[in-house]
């Protein structure tokens, strides 16, 4: 069938036509007192073409696009956000509903502040969304189209599927050298782009907007980040970050000065005006104000969001002799090569993931055990074919069992979270023979099967057994139930987990359910998580910060290992573990300055 | 503006325009088929022919799942898209037979009456219809500060006499195409009267309501203050006259024109062999524009043309 659409060459440079030109060509401003006026010779030139050659449209359908240009303009001008009825739809497709703070905020950072602005939200009141919601703004409103949104390495794609599924905001990846120049949005690691030689091509950039998350990270002037962000060129400018200051009032005044120079002043001006001790601040009304020309903060509960609960239920399970002996043996294994290489080798890595996988399940430590041989370490082959040969004869997984007999006190959709896909196999075999719809959710998925396993799960599927490199950047609210079949050693992973269903968004309390076996580590970690740093029932916001601050962002897990390894007494661990969770603890309060209070009241 | 009226005419007419016929299923609820080519235009490449059931109602859109078309819906912005895509460039014409010619006659009569010293009357000898060449730009005036404020604006140049006027006709009544009958001949080259178009506009906006810009120019003004106290008694004045420069580059306010579309548009002309009797004779011509009411008197041998004063 032949098609009738009359399509026709664009002529002028109106509207999408002119976007797609990198440079239309303006004459010399006019001036015109209090501003200057610039018309397009590219659209007249276009013009004058497309006469000489004749190329007439429909009058009808030039009439029709003329209406259609009324009336995208008249969408254009609003009094409020064009934003949230253009994304009404969307919003209603995926759940997402914005909060009045969200919207407000959106709204503070655009009309009064011009752009440019921190947000600086308390964890977990979604700065994401006002920092998306903001892009989405300006784009609809013609103001930006070359974006740099600059992130940790690890927020990458979580930024990716936020904006594509809450803004229908497609943003690239940064890969290469060429995306900088030819990616319109762009999200890119802070650590990538502030080297040479890509700084080099970024600071030749105009960029319309720029977005820093964890945006703390800039505090100090004199790191190489800072300066690499200060020489960006950017019209609109947020920066992301729960914990603006922490405990000197240069580090507020260097991020301030990085979004606005001149806000506060030069340092100098700044010190004596401002500073009574790095910690104090002088004049406190009047740095308010300032702040809030600039930053904007919400704290939860304060006409915000409140959280629903979080409700934790232990269930401990006890494992078969035969279980506990192999559990035993190779702990003991573990413990013997590592006190023979030493905590700090390369070879404590694969000891510590076969411990948590020990925790986990037999099939997945089998694995771990399996591939070990494979790579011949020469000083534990016996000892290995001998555990491998005493694991794959166990048949028996009482995890399993008590699984089981939980799943059948469920009446309501539930997420199994695991580390270890071994397990999710073996979970989802005995979960479908008990005769339950179970689908399977992992890092392996391309993003199309994710979105399409989350529908299954949302309308068909009773459980999802997922591991945790699958969850990221996907939210399951429809979800109130969380089954942890093994726990993870780092609490980041944990709230990761919880934060799948327990956000923005859930209007159910959120019931946790940990399997823990009697007389393993795992014992020792829920007593670390649960008992000492209360993980499960609070949420820790600053946790990431927390961990920074501590240095232990990357090596919770070793350091966990090391008290492991280096007591043997149930009571020894204990004691470790409570120095370790009081320094988090401490962390917390450290984190916590007395400077934030002027964020906070202003 | 009545935006979702405005909507639905917007839909319908594009539809009707591709000769699909949206057909209503359920009240309030229509239903087209979308070929491939057209899928396509409005769901990217990879899109197949397809019913398309659509409303503008949001509560119908929830009961029976169809797409609603409404104020920033995705539906509309990508009809939008398509509908925009078209007809940058078109021409059309004003037959004459949308006004009325007795009337036309007898006022030109009476107004030269009117004007004449002394008791006159006027024959009219002949009638030569002709059409008058204009260019009619739609502009996008965009004001530019921290905010953007777009407005349409619309103007036509007179491609002999570079007059340049609104268009005081609705479009709907012009016909598609060049006219059957004589043109002027234009003077103007497409760049002139481009030319004077801007020109006109730069005009307008001079004396239009400039507080958006004292206003942003005030905030700029702020701006630069804080930036120089930031450096003040620093050695880097060439960062600071770099960022001073940004600074003007991306708040100073300014105004872009840009051509949206435009249009060749031939408008009639009603040109009279008169002649007038009284104290002398003479033979002489008028020519009436019904876009400006004028009417514009010429002797028979060029030399005295006179002008009447325009309504």
Known sequence: ?602 | MNVDKNIAELVFTFFRLLRKEPLEIRRGIWQVFLDEALAKELDGWRAKERLFQFTFDRKLADAYGAELITSGSYRLDTILQAVQKQALLSRAHLPHDRFHEPSIRASMVQRLSGSAQYPTRFYVLNLERSFSPYLWIVFQISRITHHRRDTLYSISVHLCTGRVTPLPISTQLFVGGPPFGPVQRRVLSYKQAYNKLCRHIGEELAVQDQTWAEEAHEALEAEQRKLASFFEGSMRQDELAARQRALVENYAPRVLVQPMRGALLYVPNFCYKLMEVGQTERVFHATYDPLTHEVTSTERDQSSAKRSSSS
């Open chain 1, 1 to 602: 069938m032949e098609s009738l659409f009359p399509l026709t060459v664009p002529l002028l440079s109106g509207g999408r036509e002119l976007q797609s030109d990198p440079k239309p060509e303006y004459s010399e401003p006019i001036s015109l007192g209090k501003f200057s006026v610039q018309f397009s010779q590219h659209g007249l030139k276009r013009l004058v073409q497309e006469i000489r050659q004749r190329r007439f449209d429909d009058w009808e359908w030039f009439l029709l696009a003329l209406k259609g240009d009324e009336l995208s303009l008249t969408e254009r001008n609003p009094t409020k956000l064009l934003a949230l009825e253009h994304l009404a739809d969307l919003w209603k497709k995926v759940g997402v509903i914005p909060y009045p703070h969200q919207i407000k905020t959106a709204e503070r950072a655009i009309n009064e502040m011009r752009g440019q602005a921190i947000l600086a939200d308390e964890v977990g009141l979604g700065k994401t969304i006002e920092a998306g919601l903001i892009l989405k703004e300006y784009i609809l409103r013609g103001l930006v189209r070359k974006c740099l949104i600059l992130t940790p390495a690890s927020l990458a794609w979580q930024w990716y599927s936020e904006l594509y599924e809450k803004f229908n905001i497609i943003a690239g990846i940064q890969r290469t050298k060429w995306d900088w120049t030819y990616s319109d949005i762009l999200i890119a690691s802070l650590d990538t782009a502030k080297r040479a030689e890509h700084a080099s091509i970024i600071h030749e950039i105009q960029y319309d907007m720029l977005i820093i998350d964890e945006a703390h990270k800039l505090r100090n002037s004199s790191t190489a980040a800072f300066k690499f962000v200060d020489r960006i060129q950017k019209k609109f400018c947020l920066m992301l970050t729960a914990t603006p200051v922490q405990n000197d009032l240069k580090e507020l005044y260097n991020l301030i000065s990085l979004l606005k120079p001149g806000q506060l002043g030069s340092y100098r001006s700044f010190r004596a005006k401002f500073m009574q001790d790095k910690r104090t601040a002088k004049n406190p009304e009047e740095l308010r104000t300032l702040l809030s020309q600039v930053l904007i903060r919400n704290k939860r509960g304060e006409g915000t969001v409140q959280f629903t609960k979080r409700i934790v239920h232990p269930i401990v399970v006890t494992l078969s002799p035969a279980e506990q002996d192999l559990y035993n043996e190779i702990t003991a294994f573990i413990r013997a090569v590592a006190r023979r290489v030493g905590t700090s080798s390369n070879l404590i890595l694969p000891l510590i993931t076969l411990q948590r996988e020990v925790c986990s399940s037999f099939f997945a430590a089998g694995m771990t055990l399996q591939k070990m041989l494979e790579k011949q370490l020469p000083e534990a082959n016996p000892v290995l074919v001998q555990l491998l040969e005493r694991a794959v004869q166990i048949r028996h997984n009482s995890k399993c069992d008590i699984l089981e007999q939980l799943m059948a006190t469920f009446t309501d959709k539930v997420i199994i979270f695991t580390e270890y896909r071994a397990t999710q196999d073996y979970i989802r075999y005995r979960l479908q023979q008990a005769g339950y719809t179970t689908v399977g959710f992992d890092g392996r998925l391309s993003r199309g099967k994710k979105e399409w396993i989350k529908q299954q799960f949302a309308n068909q599927a009773q459980v999802m057994v997922s591991t945790e490199t699958g969850g990221e950047g996907l939210n399951f609210q429809f979800c109130n139930t969380i089954v942890n079949f093994d726990l993870p050693w780092n609490p980041m992973r944990l709230e990761q987990r919880i934060g799948r269903v327990h956000r923005l968004g859930q209007t159910r309390d959120v019931h946790i359910y940990n399997l823990v076996t009697e007389h393993t580590i795992e014992e020792h970690i829920m007593y670390l998580l649960h008992k000492k740093i209360n993980m499960f029932q609070e949420i820790i916001g600053e946790l990431d910060a927390i961990l920074l601050h501590l240095k232990l962002d990357r090596s919770f897990e070793s350091e966990l290992m090391r008290i492991f390894l280096e007591n043997d007494e149930k009571e020894e661990i204990r004691r470790e573990l409570d120095k370790f969770g009081e320094r988090i603890l401490q962390g917390k309060q450290q984190i916590r300055s007395p400077i934030m209070d002027l964020l906070e009241e202003g």
